[in-house]
């Protein structure tokens, strides 16, 4: 019950948490891409394979259709085959969402509407109350683990 009151928040939810986790998402997609081009080509022996700054977006769609040397600046030596470059990057995807979503699952638990509020952690209880004020009133701040002895004799 107590903790149900605590969880009420007077904030409406709006638009700007969406757009933020939407606009880093595609963020997180495009750098994904380049960067399994990237290893790709280091895989075939090229080194250092990254695009100007002006052509990290606007190469995304032609690497994508099978152009693994788009946007690069002079096109390197080494030719990598166009399958070789989407594994990289649908692998390089994959462990970005796994990290994201590992990720936005502990932001959540730490940050969340179910967060648990008002909570000292155990250190900040010791270091508040002292070790010595918790062991003489551990019956009334955890009533289920030190029952009164009055409960106890029963």
Do not use: C
Not at 3 to 18: H, V
Not at 31 to 43: D, E, K, P, T
Not at 100 to 120: C, D, Q, T
Request: cysteine-free.
């Amino acid at each position: 019950m107590l903790q149900t009151n605590r969880r009420r928040d007077p904030y409406p939810f709006t638009w700007e948490i969406p757009v933020a986790v939407l606009i880093a998402a595609m963020l997180l997609f495009g750098i994904g891409v380049q960067l399994g081009r990237s290893l790709a080509y280091w895989q075939a022996g090229a080194s250092g394979v990254w695009p100007p700054i002006k052509a990290v977006a606007t190469s995304i769609p032609a690497i994508l259709a099978g152009h693994p040397a788009a946007g690069l600046q002079p096109p390197p030596a080494v030719v990598v085959n166009a399958g070789t470059v989407i594994a990289w990057v649908a692998g390089v995807e994959l462990a970005i969402a796994t990290v994201a979503v590992l990720g936005g699952a502990v932001a959540l638990r730490h940050w969340g509407p179910g967060r648990m509020r008002g909570m000292a952690t155990p250190d900040e209880a010791e270091a508040t109350l002292g070790l010595r004020r918790l062991r003489a009133h551990r019956r009334v701040i955890r009533p289920d683990l030190y029952p009164t002895r009055r409960k106890a004799e029963r």
